[in-house]
């Protein structure tokens, strides 16, 4: 079955950076849509970008973060630089196949498969 393994989350100051990694197995990578969400305390689980051959941002951290895949190592990641403490949350990556489009990449529902996260805190 298909499972996904988040890492790279941890404590960072205000301005500094972080690279998460989300490494995949069970499943055909090259034919998946690999997406990062991220769900703060309190509040709603949202959309923080997705790549397929190419990268699709929330407007929170377009700029700033950047979503890449290795195809041959079935591990995308995500470098989040400029990094403010309205980025504290736990990050999720997510992944489904690319013909199942019925909702927008920035839809959780989107999504079939997702790992268990992990917490990125940044203080001030």
């Known amino acids: 079955q298909v499972q996904l393994v988040e890492s790279g989350g941890g404590l960072v100051q205000a301005g500094g950076s972080l690279r998460l990694s989300c490494a995949a197995s069970g499943l055909i990578f090259s034919t998946y849509v690999m997406a990062w969400f991220r769900q703060a305390p309190g509040k709603e689980r949202e959309f923080v970008g997705a790549i397929t051959w190419t990268g699709y941002y929330a407007d929170s951290v377009k700029g700033r973060f950047t979503i890449s895949r290795d195809n041959a190592k079935n591990t995308v990641y995500l470098q989040m630089n400029s990094l403010k403490p309205e980025d504290t949350a736990v990050y999720y990556c997510?992944?489904?196949?690319?013909?199942?489009?019925?909702?927008?990449?920035?839809?959780?529902?989107?999504?079939?498969?997702w790992g268990q996260g992990t917490q990125v805190t940044v203080s001030s």
């Open positions: 997510a992944t489904t196949p690319y013909w199942r489009d019925r909702y927008d990449y920035n839809h959780r529902e989107r999504y079939d498969y």
